[in-house]
């Protein structure tokens, strides 16, 4: 067993402050352990200079003061580790949230939009807060801090209007112009100056703040400051009203194909009712709708098979299939190409509001065009 004289313990002592601890209570602690080990682990006439250089290694990865930055963020910050673990799984789960959202997105099946959405949220709302909460604790003045807190802010704003843009939700483009303003306007400069002061990152700051301002470009090249015309919303107002017009017009379906023509009528009523209601809280479309300037924001359905809608397709896709089979040629039938009907239910998300309201429409026009011109009989 080792004998340590009162000189190596000086020593000792002497070398863990010179190593940057500075927690008295810590200098002892740290003195008792590697006395012990020496002790317990040295011979009686072994090396002591080489002995405690092993010793005092087993503490630290890179450099003793690890141990007095862990301890003072254990005694500040009581939830370091358990918050650190967090964000690490909460990252993982966006980062594979992402992946996996991807993957479906280009293969077109369902699940996408909901993953998607979870990796933004779980990205937004936990990882990074998680993230500039941990790393201020780290950070050696305000300056360095409150480019962590303007970073994290501007990736929850991109995340956001990233978000808001693939679920066609209005305010899209508001984010989008508050995420460049404030990359470019205010993140940017607060960075590049806090950086450049310090010789040590003077060359990181200056590419890093050319590869910022690069990708903020990118990003505004994406934005539309101004609003294009409502094309879309004019087009499907248009031909609502040509229907409505030519259904009031009309005097005589035939009595032979009314309760078929009434249930595709119905149907696609219903169908319409529910996605207008969800975009624009109505059932219809009134007849001053240009007057009152409604617009109808562009998104994809949401068409569970547990829901009304989902029920009201399938009975129209059986309306219709009779409809047809109860023509005697094919220039009276419904055509079914290229429109919701063609679709499969699992892919019914990822068709968009206008495609759903203008294939209801253009079936519709058809049954009044067939029952206006009766030329053909039916079976």
Known sequence: MYT?????????????????????????????????????????????????????????????????????????????????????????????????????????????????????????????PLLVLLKTREADTRRNKLVLILGAVVGILYSMS???????????????LTTVIMSIGVLVPTYFFTGIRQPETKVNTIVTTILLVSATGLLFTMLRIRQPLPLQTYNYIKN??????????????????????????????????????????????PDDAEQKE???????????????????????????????????TNDNKISTAHTVLEIAPDKLNTCTNFFVLNSLTQMQLSLVSNAQHPVLTMK
């Open 4 to 128: 340590i004289t009162d000189e190596q313990i000086d020593f000792i002592l002497a070398d863990i402050k010179k190593n940057g601890i500075d927690t008295e209570d810590l200098q002892l602690n740290l003195l008792d352990h590697i006395c012990c080990i020496l002790e317990h682990e040295v011979s009686s006439d072994g090396d002591f200079d080489a002995s405690y250089k092993r010793v005092v290694r087993q503490f630290y990865k890179r450099e003793l003061s690890e141990i007095e930055e862990e301890t003072k963020q254990l005694l500040q910050f009581k939830n370091y580790y358990a918050m650190k673990r967090l964000m690490l799984i909460s990252g993982a789960i966006s980062a594979a949230a992402f992946i996996g959202g991807s993957i479906l997105k280009i293969m077109a099946w369902p699940g996408a939009s909901a993953l998607l959405f979870l990796g933004v949220v779980i990205l937004s709302f936990l990882f990074l």
């Open 162 to 176: 990233t978000l808001f843009a693939m679920m066609h939700w209005p305010g899209a483009t508001s984010l989008w």
């Open 240 to 285: 609502e009203q040509l229907l409505k017009k030519m259904q009031r017009n009309l005097n005589n379906v035939g009595d032979t194909n009314n309760k078929l023509v009434a249930d595709i009528n119905t149907a696609c009523d219903s169908l319409k009712g529910i996605i207008l209601n969800r975009d624009i809280a109505r059932t219809t479309i």
């Open 294 to 328: 409604i617009i109808i924001a562009e998104r994809n359905v949401f068409m569970p098979e547990t829901s009304e809608a989902f029920a009201l397709l399938e009975k129209l896709r059986v309306a219709v299939s009779a409809y047809n089979a109860a023509q005697t």
